[in-house]
């Protein structure tokens, strides 16, 4: 249907061209006609004879010519005329407006649809980009919860276990204090040392003036007893080739000498531990250890005036 209405449109366009340059033939000649009649009256009435014969056959040549060129586009014109008043009623000059009508609607849409789909492209990528960073905010928030939660339930465990040892040293008596029983009555005070994540720090504490504990770490206390945290990087354990590192040696060796190096060892340090007891047995140096899980508080507790019974 759309290929012989393209037909038809052709067909009706070159009719149209061929009567205009009709009419416009017929026009030319009928001036050309009145131009030259005008110009033979004049010679018509003047009062002498054109001097050259010659020049009067040949616009009477011209102007036969003229005559019969406007006689045949007269007729041409006559026999279009009725083509032309029909085109003038033929509906399909309706159609061809309509058709034009249509297609600067169409072109006018279609610009609106590449438009419409260029703000929904960038709708969907501001979107995109919203979710994505929303996803990231609601990650981050998660693990902060998470975070929360653990340092939430390390709380009420300290408060428990700070709770218990309070209710615990509130029941005892003064004359059935804690004691430190050792089976020689040469046992001296332990010098606490925390080895966590394969490295070394000194707790001490320091009883010379008071309780201070050692710079390598710092320490808040909970009644009576110091928790202590790493602050400073401490020392590694091992060499770089896996043996144990001199420096621990003379860390070791370093403490009073009225004092024996106690070790609060944690579960990511087994291997470590093994290889300084090793060690310090067979410089035959005395030492006792403790192990903590990866939760527990580190540190020690202290009271004044304990008696340190002997055998």
């Not at 110009?39 to 009067?56: F, H």
């Amino acid at each position: 249907m759309s290929k012989a209405s393209s037909g038809d449109n052709s067909s009706l366009e070159l009719l149209l061209d061929t009567m205009c340059n009709t009419f416009g033939a017929v026009m030319f000649i009928a001036i050309s006609l009145l131009v030259i009649t005008a110009m033979l009256g004049k010679v018509n009435s003047a009062s002498e004879p054109p001097a050259d014969p010659e020049t009067w056959r040949t616009m009477r040549s011209e102007l036969e010519s003229l005559e019969r060129e406007y006689a045949r586009s007269r007729d041409m014109l006559e026999i279009m005329k009725p083509f032309a008043e029909h085109l003038q009623q033929d509906p399909r000059k309706e159609t061809l407006q309509r058709c034009l009508i249509l297609k600067e609607e169409n072109s006018r849409l279609e610009n609106l649809r590449k438009i419409r789909l260029l703000q929904l492209e960038t709708e969907k990528k501001l979107q995109q980009t919203l979710r994505q960073k929303t996803d990231r905010a609601d990650q981050e928030n998660i693990q902060k919860r998470e975070e929360l939660q653990t340092l939430e339930s390390r709380r009420q465990q300290m408060e428990k276990s700070i709770l218990f040892v309070s209710r615990t040293l509130a029941t005892q008596k003064p004359e059935s204090s804690l004691v430190f029983r050792y089976l020689r009555p040469n046992e001296n005070a332990p010098y606490f040392f925390l080895l966590q994540r394969g490295r070394l720090w000194r707790i001490g504490p320091d009883l010379s003036s008071g309780v201070r504990v050692h710079p390598d770490v710092t320490a808040k206390r909970w009644n009576n007893f110091y928790e202590c945290t790493p602050a400073t990087p401490g020392i590694a354990v091992l060499d770089k080739d896996g043996n144990l590192s001199a420096d621990v040696l003379r860390m070791i060796r370093s403490i009073p000498p009225d004092r024996f190096p106690s070790f609060q060892v944690y579960a990511d340090s087994a291997r470590e531990m093994f290889l300084l007891r090793e060690t310090l047995k067979h410089e035959g140096i005395r030492h006792a250890f403790s192990t903590y899980l990866d939760r527990a508080p580190a540190g020690f507790a202290f009271r004044d005036h304990v008696r340190y019974e002997t055998d």
